[in-house]
């Protein structure tokens, strides 16, 4: 049953300064995210999205969680009926290129029933849109994966995943930042600069944009 404030199920105090939005999935979070991105109420700061939420921290001087509140719920029943259009990309399209190379590529064939050429053409084939950010700086979570490579991970986490190793689990694929322990399905690898403390922002992969990975190398050739 859907939310009767477009999906805005509750919002919660996080301590005096911050509310967490609880919504009914990740399509609401994305779209109230931009819109609050692209039009924030008075107040409004920071904005931390994860799968069924949304943190929004405030400035106690400018607005409260009432007030707050009723602007969340607000612009999530106009982004649902319509009566505010979703805002333009604030990032350019990127795109990714992936030697798939990867050590879990012909284990993600077996558990699909595709050939390797195969899965790797699906992994290219749609636009994907960075839902959010986490595990490590510079770790988006893409949504987009073909359905039929939406794989478990691994019973048993690798200790060191090498950086820029592409990845696949659930319902989303994933870029290493860094070498660190990870359950993923490895599919390939980039060279793409995934964090940089000197660029603003440090991310590539910052919430809202939208990748394309495209194959290089043999993976081209498949």
């Given at each position: 049953m859907t939310a009767p404030d477009g999906g805005l199920?509750?919002?919660?105090?996080?301590?005096d300064q911050a509310v967490l939005a609880e919504l009914d999935g990740l399509p609401g979070v994305l779209a109230l995210r931009a819109s609050l991105a692209a039009d924030r109420p008075p107040g409004v700061g920071e904005l931390v999205a994860a799968a069924t939420t949304l943190l929004v921290r405030y400035d106690p001087a400018l607005t409260d969680h009432a007030e707050l509140r009723r602007a969340l719920a607000d612009r999530a029943r106009a982004l649902a009926t319509g009566s505010v259009a979703p805002p333009a990309p604030a990032h350019a399209p990127l795109t990714i290129r992936v030697r798939y190379d990867g050590p879990d590529l012909a284990e993600v064939a077996a558990l699909t029933g595709l050939s390797v050429a195969e899965v790797v053409?699906?992994?290219?084939?749609?636009?994907?849109?960075?839902?959010?950010?986490?595990f490590a700086p510079g770790f988006g979570y893409l949504t987009g994966t073909?359905?039929?490579?939406?794989?478990?991970?691994?019973?048993?986490?690798?200790?060191?995943?090498p950086a820029g190793s592409v990845a696949v689990a659930g319902g989303f694929t994933g870029v290493y930042p860094r070498s660190s322990p990870g359950g993923w399905r490895l599919l390939g690898t980039t060279d793409a600069p995934l964090w940089d403390t000197d660029r603003d922002p440090p991310a590539l992969l910052v919430p809202g944009r939208s990748v394309r990975f495209t194959a290089i190398g043999a993976g081209a050739a498949a």
């Open positions: 199920r509750a919002v919660r105090r996080v301590g053409a699906r992994h290219t084939a749609p636009l994907y849109t960075v839902a959010f950010a986490g073909d359905p039929v490579l939406h794989v478990p991970r691994r019973a048993e986490p690798r200790t060191a995943v």
